[in-house]
């Protein structure tokens, strides 16, 4: 505006200087008359240049002003899209959601928001680097493009996390449904990127700004709500088996609150040794002896109370927090077997995701040195899944152990898909069938040929065999007769903590040393624990306890 000012003044001050002495130029060039008056003329040429440079430097600034313009519009669009994919992205998406939301609040739509995440993508850039999965990323984007209304807003979140944001009529929300029955079949069908074939499938959660649900607070729900609620959503679809969508439910973030605090009890828990371990007898079936016991993990939480295994022990390994957990437990229980008679052996379930540490064999030995603990009386149980994963790694830490004379034993036999051929090549030194098979043995024929299948293998591959699951009597008659085996089952008991354990081998004479002189003081200190449950006669019973 100064420079645009500039010219004009000179321009006006060029008319009234141009009036006064063009006419004295004229009639000097014409009548030969005196020339103009220099002061003037010299005024008029000032003029001129200032006109030159006002306007010449106006036209300057508004070509910067244009371009500043233009740079802060690209700008805009880089901060508001994903520059991939050509979407918006997690900045601009809740705003955009939140103006979706205030167009619809007066009719009769509502916005739905579907969370969208491909299923198994870092194997995509694993196995065929990071190009071709932009290119996939690109490629979905597209088909979701395509396939979503025009007014719907698409996002890229990030990574393989894609947001749709659609209006529809709250009077039928299965649009919503074929809607993302149509974006998971469009996405599912085979890509083709540079000659490479891909098949990707994605996991969706949906979520809505339907006023008045339970989920909403106050009948109101935003952009950013709508987004952490279809991500709940989503996460459960994965959970289920990917490759399908899932509507939000109050109960799924009810769910992920209590894993929150599962996780974070879990970590004080660690830290203040609330997990012990329990044992369950392992007895000779043919002469009802105890020959030793398998600790089970037990949680007896301050926050949560007595909390199961089946609940933390999957959380403890996807926090990375089993090995640890792990080794807690079985340094205790080593604590607690070398009070026991010395024939009597020590079985612990060792999880799929240890086995993942190439280090694992070296802890286990160390725990040994320093419980100073017998190798030949520690029994290490790992599933048949473990034997797909890394089967040379697990061979070769099996083969550690066993060295210095730790026992391995393959549990759950009969569940999973370990061959012959791997029973053969891996140096197990027991078979454990399954509890879902021992626990059918009354009255089923069929359940007692395959517990003999499995007996006659072991005794080919010279084998002992494990029984678990006697529940009840007319179990352990139809396994009596079958050879030497081990059994252990809620008929012989429920497990029992340490100082149970110590009660009860006491009154059979199979304490060892160091327990004999704690055992009169034991019995005394006994009547404070929970007395030792006597396991009723009918199996449903003793299944509840």
């Not at 081990?486 to 012989?492: L, R, T, W």
């Not at 340490?498 to 327990?515: D, I, S, T």
Request: charged letters at 25%.
């Amino acid at each position: 505006m100064v420079a645009l000012g500039i010219a004009i003044a000179a321009i006006l001050m060029f008319i009234g200087t141009g009036g006064a002495i063009l006419p004295q130029i004229i009639r000097s060039w014409v009548y030969n008359d005196t020339g103009p008056n220099y002061v003037l003329l010299n005024a008029l040429l000032l003029n001129i240049a200032l006109i030159v440079f006002g306007l010449r430097r106006y036209r300057e600034l508004m070509s910067e002003i244009e371009h500043r313009r233009d740079s802060e519009e690209r700008a805009r669009i880089l901060a508001e899209t994903d520059p991939l994919t050509g979407c918006l992205n997690r900045r601009s998406v809740t705003p955009a959601t939140d103006e979706l939301i205030a167009n619809c609040a007066d009719n009769a739509k509502r916005v739905a928001f579907m969370m969208v995440d491909l299923d198994n993508f870092k194997q995509v850039n694993d196995l065929n680097g990071h190009k071709v999965g932009d290119q996939l990323l690109v490629e979905v984007a597209n088909r979701m493009r395509n396939t979503l209304p025009d007014d719907a807003l698409l996002a890229r979140l990030g990574g393989d996390e894609f947001a749709c944001v659609v209006a529809f009529d709250k009077r039928s929300p299965d649009a919503i449904d074929q809607l993302a029955s149509e974006l998971t079949a469009a996405i599912s069908r085979p890509h083709d990127l540079d000659g490479v074939p891909l098949d990707v499938t994605i996991s969706l959660g949906v979520a809505t700004s339907e006023v008045g649900d339970e989920h909403t607070e106050d009948g109101k729900v935003d952009g950013e709500g709508l987004l952490h609620r279809a991500d709940i959503a989503m996460y459960q679809a994965k959970k289920q088996g990917k490759n399908r969508h899932f509507w939000f439910d109050p109960t799924m973030e009810t769910d992920l609150r209590f894993r929150k605090e599962l996780e974070t009890a879990l970590r004080r828990g660690l830290e203040a040794k609330e997990f012990v371990p329990f044992y369950e007898q392992q007895i000779d079936i043919e002469t009802g002896e105890i020959v030793g016991f398998e600790m089970l993990a037990r949680w007896k939480s301050a926050e949560l109370g007595l909390v199961r295994p089946n609940i933390f022990i999957p959380v403890a390994e996807e926090i990375g927090l089993i090995g640890r957990l792990s080794e807690q437990l079985i340094s205790a229980a080593m604590e607690d077997a070398k009070e026991w008679a010395p024939h009597l052996t020590l079985s612990v379930n060792i999880s799929p995701v240890q086995l993942r540490d190439p280090w694992f064999a070296q802890r286990m030995l160390k725990l040994l040195t320093e419980q100073n603990f017998p190798a030949e009386r520690l029994e290490i149980e790992i599933t048949e899944s473990c034997l797909h994963e890394n089967i040379g790694q697990v061979r070769s830490m099996i083969t550690s152990l066993k060295n210095q004379g730790v026992k391995i034993s393959l549990d759950d036999f009969g569940t999973g898909y370990s061959s012959l051929a791997q029973l053969r090549s891996l140096p197990f030194d027991r078979l454990k069938i399954d509890r879902s098979f021992v626990g059918e043995l009354n009255g089923k024929a069929g359940n007692e040929k395959l517990i003999d299948a499995i007996i006659q293998l072991g005794e080919g591959l010279q084998l002992p065999v494990t029984a678990e699951g006697i529940e009840d009597n007319e179990i352990l008659q139809a396994l009596q007769g079958k050879g030497r085996l081990k059994g252990q089952g809620y008929f012989y008991g429920q497990p029992e903590d340490a100082a149970q354990v110590r009660e009860r081998l006491a009154g059979k004479n199979l304490l060892g040393v160091a327990g004999h002189g704690e055992a009169t003081l034991e019995r005394a200190e006994h009547t404070a624990v929970a007395p030792e449950v006597e396991v009723a006669a009918d199996p449903q019973a003793r299944r509840q306890a």
